[in-house]
């Protein structure tokens, strides 16, 4: 992963791209894309459709070796797709970058465009050795 900025407009426009379509169903096919960098990219940008989409107040993405990988929605607790070990750890690294969050714990507020329409989003992250969770709270 590059340059955060680039990452940050990548993500915004996979969004547009992506915004007629069903997220969840768009995600549970990300963890068969061959190019990880860019499955985690579109990961994120249908993970805050989704979340836009159905009034979530939170989705999660955690992973670590002894559970594996475990994204949760909670707006009524649900279990969302996985994309895998390996795009999950991109994905995490990517919020982590667009975000500019350093440390074993850091939250931030993201401005985030879609459309005509901007938003600030609430980003935490966790890191404590393997165990890595990011978490995207919506307004």
């Known amino acids: 992963m590059k340059d955060a900025v680039n990452l940050h407009q990548k993500v915004q426009g996979l969004c547009d791209c ?3 379509n069903d997220p969840l169903k768009e995600m549970s096919q990300v963890k068969n894309d061959s190019d990880t960098d860019e499955a985690a990219l579109k990961w994120i940008a249908l993970a805050i459709l989704h979340g836009i ?3 979530a107040k939170e989705i999660t993405i955690s992973n670590s070796p002894g ?7 909670e707006y009524r607790k649900a279990d969302l ?4 070990s390996p795009i999950a750890e991109k994905i995490i690294n ?11 714990k850091a939250e931030t507020t993201l401005a985030f465009g879609i459309r005509n329409n901007s938003m600030d989003l609430k980003i935490k992250s966790k890191h404590e050795g393997d165990d890595q969770k990011i978490s995207i709270n919506f307004p």
């Open 18 to 20: 992506f915004a007629t």
């Open 53 to 55: 989409n159905s009034n």
């Open 81 to 84: 797709p996985s994309p895998g």
């Open 67 to 73: 559970d594996g990988v475990k994204v949760t929605a």
């Open 94 to 104: 990517a919020v982590r970058e667009i975000s500019h969050l350093e440390g074993t």
